[in-house]
């Protein structure tokens, strides 16, 4: 098994070992000398690592180097704004000699894929709303093999195998407890809300069956999954005989779930279900930051800056 890990790492600490790589690129620095940009990880946690000073000879080694790899360094562990990083001394690919157990490198839900899936069809499935339960079964059922191990993410909240489902289920069960405090919610609204906000994140990125994100689609990267979810539904209530006013209040709840328009939105929650859906989506994706961070953290201590919390040191009580 794997002893070292991401989430453990010291500053100023030397290691040789074995990582998964998440993204790989060359990169021009302003000395205008190429190096190696390189995200690495393991199922605690990632880091990026810079190898400068590429030689000649390097180049043609490096350039094999792809996502979904499993490589072992030469680095040292040093930080750079708050963020554990490693300046890499060598790098090669694994070969037969090499007994690495992929379990290691490879983060995932703490839940089966096949029970999530099955929770969540079975609250579309519950659903009075005929109209609702009938387009959320459709999409769960023409994606359930991809919803096996889709990430939510490239990176960051839930960027693990079966990531997507793991979101959704725990946004769906904050949600029924919400909605028996907030009697005015319409629940069935909520609910197929939450599973459809991200639907289009299956057509946004594209991932291996480890749940690695390998690049962003064309469409992904010129819609993004909230414009790619509005048309989705668009032509799927069409098909199915979604009323105009249910289709229209599920479009923009998946066009205003991110809120601000910097992080996507065009509009805000113009009703009471659209506000509810953002803020379970923030509650459940900063919770799962806050998680990750204090991982490797020692009791007592703070955590590494984490960039999706605001650059915030996270406190690990002693308790």
């Known amino acids: 098994m794997k002893e070292q890990y991401i989430a453990q790492l010291q500053a100023n600490e030397e290691i040789t070992d074995f990582f998964l790589v998440k ?45 979904g790899d499993i490589i072992k ?38 839940e089966a894929p096949e029970d999530m899936y099955a929770y969540i069809f079975q609250r579309a499935d519950d659903m009075t709303d005929p109209h609702f339960s009938m387009l959320a079964k459709r999409l769960l059922t023409d994606n359930k093999d991809r919803l096996m191990y889709w990430p939510a993410a490239a990176r960051n909240h839930h960027a693990e195998y079966a990531g997507l489902l793991y979101h959704v289920k725990r946004m769906l069960m904050v949600a ?17 809300g939450v599973i459809v906000h991200d639907i289009e994140k299956l057509n946004e990125m594209n991932s291996d069956e480890n749940g690695i994100v390998s690049e962003y689609t064309f469409d992904g990267i010129m819609l993004g999954h909230l414009i790619q979810g509005i048309v989705t539904i668009d032509k799927l209530s069409e098909e199915l005989g979604i009323p105009h006013e249910k289709k229209i209040m599920l479009e923009h709840m998946i066009l205003s779930h991110h809120y601000e328009p910097e992080y996507g939105s065009p509009k805000r929650p113009l009703f009471p279900e659209a506000e509810a859906l953002h803020y379970l989506d ?19 201590s703070f955590s590494d800056r984490i960039w999706t919390l605001d650059n915030r040191r996270v406190y690990k009580r002693n308790w």
């Open 73 to 110: 360094v030469k680095a040292v562990v040093t930080e750079w704004n708050g963020a554990k990083q490693l300046k890499i001394f060598k790098i090669r690919h694994t070969g037969p000699e090499d007994e690495i157990e992929k379990a290691d490198f490879f983060k995932a839900a703490p």
């Open 282 to 300: 923030m509650l459940d994706s900063k919770m799962f930051d806050m998680e990750e961070a204090l991982f490797g953290a020692e009791v007592g």
């Open 176 to 192: 029924e407890r919400i909605c028996e405090i907030y009697t005015n919610l319409n629940k069935d609204l909520l609910l197929v």
């Open 23 to 67: 993204t790989v690129a060359i990169k021009m620095g302003s000395n205008r000398k190429q190096y190696l940009d390189i995200l690495l990880g393991d199922k605690s946690g990632e880091a990026y690592g810079k190898k400068w000073d590429i030689s000649d000879n390097e180049f043609e080694g490096l350039g094999k180097i792809n996502p």
